[in-house]
Structure formats: C-alpha cells, structure tokens
C-alpha cells in the first residue's frame, strides 16, 4: 500500500493534582473596599483587614489604631515577627470563620497571647484542655510559654513510660523553666521507681543528673539559672542516645 497514515491528533489532558490545594476559610485581599481600611503587612503579604474589627477583638491592635500612636495615620503597617500564614490562622479565628484546630491552635494561641485577645486565649485555653490530638510535647511548650498550669499537668499525665518521656522531652532541654524541670525530674524517678519498670538506663540517669544539677543551681541563684552551662555538651548527649531509643 503506498497511502500513508495521518497523524493521529493528541488530546491535551490537563493534568490532576498530586496534592490538594487548602483553600483559606477567607482570603484578606481587598477585593472589597468597603470592608477594609488598613493594610497589614505580614512577610510581604499584605492583609486587608478593618481597625474596628481587629480593636474589637486584640488590645494590642486597639490600642495602635486608637492609642495616639504613629501607626493610627499609617495606611500600611508592617508586623514583624510573625508568619503569614499563622496570621492568616489568627485572622480566620478572629472573625469568627474558622474554628480551632489540632494543627492551628499553637500559632493562635501564641498570636492571641501576643496581641493580647483575651476571649481568645479563652477559647484556645479551653480546646487544648478538651479531647484533641495536639502532640504532648506541644502542650507542654505552650504551658511553659503561657504560663498554663492546668495544660501542663495534662501533659505530664501522658508520661506513663520512658518512651513517652523521650517524646515530651524539647529538642533543647534549656526551653524548660525551673518548676517544669523539677515536675520532669520527679516523674521520671516514679518511672525508675516503678516496678514494672526496669534499672534506670543510663539516659534516664543522665536526665534525671542534669536536671537535678539545673535544679541545685536555680535554688543557689533562683534570680537567673545559667541553664546553657549546665545543658551543653550533657544535653546534647542525652538528646542523641533517647533518639537514638528508635519509634
């Protein structure tokens, strides 16, 4: 046969997504300008957002808008220090179109604590004391940072084993104030303590040494603990044999 085949067309396929794409609750993009007044720069992101709005909910906000300050003529005002999209996580919670979340609650609680939302707190305070899946180790983190005793003491009830000591335990044992240190040096000795528990192995010494030496000294200079001389080398070793422990 001599004819010769046409090209046979390609049908474009638009490809699918490996991973879906979270969608904000809300996007602060000023798409409408009757609901904002000023613009919050976050990391290079701009947020759209209303003074009163924001006044209602933070004393911190009230008081730049309305406090006689600089920032009340600015249209523009940077905010340092914060994600982007934890204060997309804030604003969401703030408004009211989002509810709290596992994976959320830390970055609001840590922005309502700063730009002090007290209803806020509130409702943060009450989601981490309620059933939820945040890690133990985060709990304690936010307990130390926002001086939550109840927090602390539910999560210090998860440690029912060396393995679970290891999880709460900060990448960096110098992020624990004293009262935590001395409520971590006596549970991990009730675990030595317990029967069913055997001789304690030599990480679980080394903690309990280094804590009780970081305690010694806060009691001789409780005005300033000089934690990074006691951490050092001592903590670095502790961390890298409990990793060393496996899942």
């Known amino acids: ?21 979270k969608m904000n ?10 609901l904002f007044d000023i613009i919050l720069m976050v990391e290079g992101k701009k947020f ?6 924001l006044a209602l909910h933070s004393m911190f906000f009230h008081r730049m808008f309305y406090g006689g300050f600089e920032e009340a003529k600015k249209e523009e005002i940077e905010i340092k220090e914060v994600s982007a999209d934890d204060f997309q ?7 009211g179109v989002e509810d709290l979340e596992d994976s959320a609650v830390e970055a609001v609680f840590d922005l309502s604590d700063r730009f002090d939302c007290e209803h806020i707190i509130k409702k943060c305070k009450k989601f981490l004391l309620a059933k939820n899946q945040v890690p133990p180790k985060t709990m304690l983190a936010l307990s ?12 210090l009830e998860t440690v029912k084993t060396k393995w679970d000591m ?3 335990l900060p990448a960096n044992l110098k992020d624990l104030d004293h009262p935590t240190m001395s409520l971590l040096l006596k ?4 675990l030595s303590g317990n029967a069913s528990i055997d001789t304690p192995s030599d990480d679980e010494r080394d903690v309990q040494d280094l804590l009780r030496g970081m ?15 006691r951490v050092g080398e001592a903590s670095r070793r502790i961390m890298a044999r409990v990793r060393a422990l496996g899942p």
Do not use: C, W, Y
Request: no cysteine; glycine share 6%.
């Open 1 to 21: 046969m001599s004819g010769r085949r046409g090209r046979k067309r390609q049908r474009e396929v638009t490809p699918h997504p490996t991973t879906p794409i």
């Open 25 to 34: 609750a809300v996007e602060f993009d000023g798409s409408d300008a009757n």
């Open 48 to 53: 759209f957002v209303n003074k009163k709005q």
């Open 89 to 95: 996580k804030f604003l969401e919670v703030v408004h």
């Open 144 to 155: 130390i940072r926002h001086h939550f005793e109840e927090l602390k003491t539910k999560a």
């Open 166 to 168: 290891k999880a709460i």
């Open 187 to 190: 549970k991990s000795l009730n």
């Open 215 to 229: 305690l010694r000294q806060g009691e001789e200079d409780p005005g300033q603990i000089d934690i990074r001389a």
